[in-house]
């Protein structure tokens, strides 16, 4: 199965997820999205996902001096921010709890 398809449909909740603790910045919140286990997640869709959700009014930005190159650009999350990743985990949940069940119920092996 290709998982950068999955990937594509999931990867707002992904961002948000990661930033539901902490603020970081474009490489770091790629970083953090790797080091959970999603290797494909390309550097311009996290950039381009952070754009969007910053625009759609989820994430608040501040700029903070980097002594070893350019101003990095953070990324929180809000309010609404933590409503929708509340809201789009438990669709996820319940999405991938019914996936396991069809599964499960046709002996497809995980």
Known sequence: MDTTQLLKGVLDLAVLAVLKDEDG???DILRRLRTAGLDEVGDASVYGTLRRLFQAGLLTTYVV??????????YGLNAAGRDQLHRAGKTWRTFASTMDGLLDERGVAA
């Open 25 to 27: 910045y474009g490489y």
């Open 65 to 74: 001096p980097s002594e070893e190159g350019p101003h990095r650009k953070y």
